[in-house]
T-cell receptor
Framework: GAGVSQSPSNKVTEKGKDVELRCDPI?????LYWYRQSLGQGLEFLIY????????KSGLPSDRFSAERTGGSVSTLTIQRTQQEDSAVYLC???????????????FGEGSRLTVL | KQEVTQIPAALSVPEGENLVLNCSFT??????LQWFRQDPGKGLTSLLL?????REQTSGRLNASLDKSSGRSTLYIAASQPGDSATYLC???????????FGQGTTLQVKP
């Protein structure tokens, strides 16, 4: 596609429910990133994919958070048993280049705003 | 551990002024540095990418410089306009993990 696409754009859920957030990167981009932005806070790194593998998942806050990427394209971030502190905007980005080289430009989607009641 | 700091946190200027936003980072071993713009409720828009071997990049009224040895970057905005009002974020790509480390951002308001 023309840009990074994320869905849903808004999600309201009840505490304890599971949610899935989807990211469709720019076609041909091998690197994919998930970030979280809480109200009034900076961007917090969650996980990075190179192809279908995740060399760095150090930012996932707890074992309730998981992510996968299939076919080197679409990625899904899953939050199990959501808590109120999970409320944030979840941003996805993609880049054409592998991370270990002189990395290229990151392009971000519009984000998925998650509200946990 | 790489840390990125942006000063000032907020800035308000009259239309037409030239201005400078500052970004500093603690570890000079970076691959590149990227400046973004974020409008309220929106995602991030890439403005400029400076590779580690470069000193500056220009796009229209924007000019970004990079001094790796001192751990600093500046974003210069010429002849500011009300449409430039947004939060500006800088981020560095360091190490071999691929992740970008972000500053907290500078929120700019340009008054007509």
């Amino acid at each position: 596609g023309a840009g990074v696409s994320q869905s849903p754009s808004n999600k309201v859920t009840e505490k304890g429910k599971d949610v899935e957030l989807r990211c469709d990167p720019i076609s041909g981009h091998t690197a994919l990133y998930w970030y979280r932005q809480s109200l009034g806070q900076g961007l917090e790194f969650l996980i990075y994919f190179q192809g279908n593998s995740a060399p760095d998942k150090s930012g996932l806050p707890s074992d309730r958070f998981s992510a996968e990427r299939t076919g080197g394209s679409v990625s899904t971030l899953t939050i199990q048993r959501t808590q109120q502190e999970d409320s944030a905007v979840y941003l996805c980005a993609s880049s054409i280049s592998p991370a270990s080289a002189n990395t290229g430009e990151l392009f971000f989607g519009e984000g998925s705003r998650l509200t946990v009641l | 551990k790489q840390e990125v700091t942006q000063i000032p946190a907020a800035l308000s200027v009259p239309e037409g002024e030239n201005l400078v936003l500052n970004c500093s980072f603690t570890d000079s071993a970076i691959y590149n540095l990227q400046w973004f713009r974020q409008d309220p409720g929106k995602g991030l828009t890439s403005l400029l990418l400076i590779q580690s071997s470069q000193r500056e990049q220009t796009s229209g009224r924007l000019n970004a410089s990079l001094d790796k040895s001192s751990g600093r970057s500046t974003l210069y905005i010429a002849a500011s306009q009300p449409g430039d009002s947004a939060t500006y974020l800088c981020a560095v790509h360091s190490g071999n993990t691929g992740k970008l480390i972000f500053g907290q951002g500078t929120t700019l308001q340009v008054k007509p």
